[in-house]
């Protein structure tokens, strides 16, 4: 029991569950949430234009100066001006012609919402692509292979000479490049101010025409391979998640407990599915207000995440396990900082990959100092293919490692599959496949239309279903030792990150047909720096003694608890580099993607099996 286990929650307006549950005869369980799934309206662009006329006045986004952001003050958006302009967006793209995809490549900005919306208001399906793949890469294989499979004709940037390299690197031919500020040179391009104009009938006409089955995105998604697929993500399928998560709230004493208006800030990317849907469009949806966060969880980014968060008093706040991490610390040392993030927040949630119990004891610490309470610090889960949110903890939780329950909307379905049991789903938020793969599409779904999410889940308590699912590894990442012995890679990794408890950000776990089970080991770089007491390069970090001793006496932890052959770790080697997503080294959910790592790291993962010796290798 924990040293605040005793202290109560802060109160948490959730509805009470209803979970109904169903066993079939061959073994397989359905899950469903008893509560019914709150009216969701038939497009994304609806929420937006309900608050411009119930709450014209309400700020919906708010960024700092996009030129210099070390500016004080935050540059807003109202719902009602926010209309407006997405309506002269979308009449701008109605003019040009063509009803086709809009490439966007941008980090989180006000414009790049507007073009978002904008595009989709036209009837242009919109394809976020992560910054990396037009400004880090260096051949722009992946950034080309997504151009030529969603064939974009419009292509927004929000600096024309910062992408001009990006756009460089692509058969750019005649289409139209829209942009924020610096026009790219050698290319047909306008200015948003350009580009935007007066919305008309047309516009009213475009908006009458969205249907729940009208194509809003296509979002990108690595999955095990590691090559881009195009999820389908249709109006309704956003729009009901929005929903889903709102139905397990009872959003009336929300209301009472937190103000009338939700307030976020966040740094999670809209290139990807969880700072897409479930922060933006949710934050939408809600009515609420969401301050961009341009800072993140690394050395170099995180004084201006924890600068924005000492001025914005959230009553949300979902992030990463690694930020989550971060702050864990920066509350212990800034008191500004845990007043003001702990003075109105109601629930706090983490997705992604899993994070440790460690983290979640010494932010209730300071929460507990701060309030006197607890604050529930939950998990959500769910993919790309389910946009993205498919379960969360919808009650009081101080247990890390659960995905919750099945949210209003949809159904679970866990197969049998050896000792263990495969989770799919069904419901209103599902995508209906993959943009131009009908092979990936058919493979995807089983016999009765259920999305093979490739993940594995038990239930916490087999005797009480009301206590979650927790998750137990990725069924594709499976693997056998030379011996035979199976090792269920995605549970061990989940495993050894939490017994590190802090100084692993993530693993690759090794040893197929090998003697043994070997990890890469990726450092987290904000808590090393706690542990060491002084900012390293990432090199030196790796070798320091205490990063050493750290997960070397976290892992002698988890080897004492699991013996056997499939779970002992014999060596870790911890890397050099972090994992870099334009390489494909990170999947939709955030974390590691062991094949493709162990293919670019085949050098590293051969020094692991060697005679060789070096400081980063810890033999255990």
Request: aromatic content about 8%.
């Amino acid at each position: 029991m924990s040293e605040t286990s005793h202290i109560p929650f802060r109160e948490l307006p959730y509805l009470p569950q209803k979970t109904l549950i169903e066993t079939r005869d061959d073994g397989t369980v359905l899950i469903r949430n008893g509560q019914p799934l709150k009216d969701y309206p038939p497009h994304m662009l609806w929420p937006l234009k309900h608050w411009a006329e119930q709450a014209p006045d309400r700020v919906w986004l708010a960024q700092r100066d996009p030129v210099d952001p070390t500016k004080e003050g935050w540059q807003e958006i109202t719902y009602a001006e926010a209309w407006d302009r997405i309506r002269a967006l979308a009449q701008g793209f109605l003019n040009a012609g063509a009803a086709a995809p809009v490439m966007i490549l941008s980090r989180n900005t006000i414009d790049h919402a507007l073009v978002m919306y904008g595009a989709m208001l036209a009837g242009c399906p919109v394809v976020p692509v992560t910054p990396a793949y037009a400004l880090l890469s260096q051949d722009f294989a992946r950034l080309n292979y997504v151009d030529g499979l969603v064939e974009p004709a419009y292509i927004y940037v929000e600096d024309g000479a910062e992408y001009q390299r990006g756009l460089d690197g692509m058969q750019m031919e005649d289409r139209l490049v829209l942009y924020s500020r610096n026009a790219p040179t050698g290319y047909r391009s306008q200015s948003l101010d350009v580009f935007a104009v007066s919305g008309g009938n047309s516009v009213n006409e475009a908006y009458d025409r969205l249907t729940p089955e009208t194509v809003a995105k296509y979002m990108l998604t690595s999955g095990s391979t590691g090559e881009p697929k195009a999820v389908i993500n249709t109006h309704g399928m956003i729009a009901a998640n929005a929903k889903m998560i709102r139905s397990v709230w009872d959003e009336d004493r929300l209301a009472q407990v937190t103000g009338e208006v939700q307030v976020m800030c966040n740094f999670l990317p809209w290139s990807h599915t969880y700072g897409a849907n479930a922060i933006l469009h949710n934050m939408t949806d809600w009515g609420g207000t969401l301050y961009l966060d341009w800072g993140a969880p690394t050395p170099a980014r995180l004084p201006e995440m924890i600068r924005n968060l000492k001025e914005v008093s959230t009553t949300q706040h979902t992030t990463v396990p690694a930020a989550w991490a971060a702050l864990a610390t920066a509350f212990e040392q800034d008191e500004v900082l845990a007043q003001t993030f702990f003075k109105r927040i109601c629930q706090m949630a983490y997705g992604g990959a899993s994070m440790g119990q460690d983290i979640y004891e010494r932010i209730q610490k300071v929460a507990v100092r701060i309030t006197g309470e607890r604050i529930s610090l939950s998990a959500g889960y769910g993919a790309t293919e389910t946009s993205p949110t498919a379960s969360n903890v919808h009650w009081p939780n101080d247990t890390m490692g659960l995905i919750g329950l099945p949210l209003p909307g949809n159904t679970f379905k866990l197969v049998p599959a050896g000792d263990k049991k495969e989770l799919r789903v069904k419901g209103v938020n599902v995508t209906p496949g993959y943009y131009r793969n009908e092979e990936k599409t058919r493979a995807a779904f089983d016999e009765e239309g259920f999305y093979r999410l490739g993940d594995a889940v038990r239930f916490v308590d087999p005797d009480d279903p009301n206590k979650g699912l927790a998750f137990d590894g990725r069924t594709a990442e499976e693997f056998k030792l030379a011996n035979g012995t199976w090792v269920s890679a995605g549970k061990l990794r989940v495993q050894a990150v939490q017994a590190v408890d802090g100084a692993l950000a993530d693993a690759v776990v090794c040893g197929l047909n090998r003697d043994a089970v070997c990890l890469l080991g990726f450092v987290n770089e904000s808590y090393c720096e706690r542990l060491i007491g002084e900012k390293l390069p990432l090199s030196e970090m790796i070798e320091h003694p205490k990063v050493v001793d750290a997960v070397r006496a976290g892992l002698a932890r988890h080897n004492a608890s699991n013996p056997n052959a499939a779970s002992r770790i014999s060596r870790v080697l911890l890397q050099p580099t972090q994992p870099q997503p334009d390489a494909g080294e990170i999947t939709e959910k955030g974390y590691i993607n062991q094949n493709k790592a162990q293919t670019l790291r085949q050098s590293e993962v051969e020094q692991l099996y060697s005679d060789s010796v070096t400081s980063r290798l810890i033999v255990l």
